[in-house]
């Protein structure tokens, strides 16, 4: 199999799109920031379902770290990346430079409200979402394509980009991917790589806590109660919690019982020096 296509320019990526239209082809996207995992690599192939030809896009966005955050020292691994890409079929990838897509005159910030304003990953990274609409409106309109897909893995995220495309008109239409987990239930994230021997074995007691806050919420215990429960399973394997939290899966407005709609169970905490996020949904 012949090496996937990589170009780093705007131009290169019109080009190449606009050359797969002219075939009548469907065009899929998968932004990414590289570090790539399985997690990623599932989105790749339910794209594929869906598209003739998949572009991935590998671009570590530094508007959407605040200064005392890890933009440093975010894992980058561009050749080990390609060969996975190349395992499963990627038909180009869109690795910019920094330049590329923040010339020294860019001048312009996308400010969310709605889901991007809950009190939830918001609260403790408060320019974040501003750093990644911006991002993902310059790439969904660099690349035009049918469909993008982001994972579930970032739900509030998710649920910004919905409003984004919604509310921006944008052509392409959002498909959301289920969080691919390691066989412990640990959700799959480039940052677990900064995880210690003794931080790795802790860390998927994060998503148990969201399993038994869900099953007892399920079985009809209190919310508040299920919460703590589960709070003090997450503090006992070692984590600071930053927010555990049901919420409305499509607002993400908090919910006083399972009768307010479709839930969301949202977890963020502190394991050492790394931040984990999870989140599952509670039917
Ligand atoms: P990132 O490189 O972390 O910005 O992630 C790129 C895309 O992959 C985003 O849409 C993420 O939500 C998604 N993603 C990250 N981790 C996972 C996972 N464990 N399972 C499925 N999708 C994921």
């Known amino acids: 199999m012949a090496d996937v296509p990589v170009v ?97 005159d860019f001048s312009t910030r996308i400010i969310i409200s709605g889901p991007a304003e809950v009190n939830l990953e918001d609260r403790f990274r408060p320019t974040h979402f501003e750093g990644v609409a911006t991002v993902v409106a310059k790439l969904l309109n660099q690349a035009q ?62 998503y148990l806590a969201l399993c038994s806050a869900a099953s007892l919420i399920l079985s009809g215990m209190d919310i508040n109660e299920a919460l703590k429960q589960s709070t003090e399973i997450i503090v006992k394997a070692g984590m600071q919690i930053d927010y555990l939290e049901l919420r409305h899966a499509e607002s993400l407005a908090p919910v006083l019982s399972l009768a307010d709609g479709p839930a969301r169970l949202l977890v963020a905490a502190h394991l050492g020096k790394t931040r984990l996020i999870d989140n599952i949904s509670v039917p």
Do not use: W
Request: overall charge neutral; some cysteine; glycine content about 6%.
């Open 8 to 104: 780093a320019r705007v131009k290169e990526l019109r080009n190449f799109v606009q050359a797969k239209r002219l075939k009548g082809k469907s065009i899929g996207l998968v932004p990414t920031m590289g570090a790539l995992h399985a997690g990623h690599l599932s989105l790749v192939e339910i794209l594929r379902q869906y598209v003739e030809c998949v572009i991935v896009t590998i671009f570590v966005n530094p508007t959407q770290f605040s200064v005392n955050e890890d933009f440093g020292r975010y894992p980058r691994q561009l050749t080990q990346d390609l060969e996975k890409l190349h395992e499963v079929k990627t038909d180009l990838i869109f690795a910019p430079h920094l330049e590329e897509m923040y010339p020294s």
């Open 145 to 206: 394509a049918d469909i993008a897909i982001f994972g579930e893995k970032d739900y509030q995220q998710l649920q910004v980009i919905r409003s984004l495309a919604r509310d921006l008109d944008l052509s392409t239409r959002i498909l959301a991917g289920p969080t691919l987990r390691e066989a412990d239930g640990l959700a799959l994230s480039s940052r677990n790589a900064y995880l210690s021997d003794e931080e790795r074995a802790k860390a998927p007691q994060l």
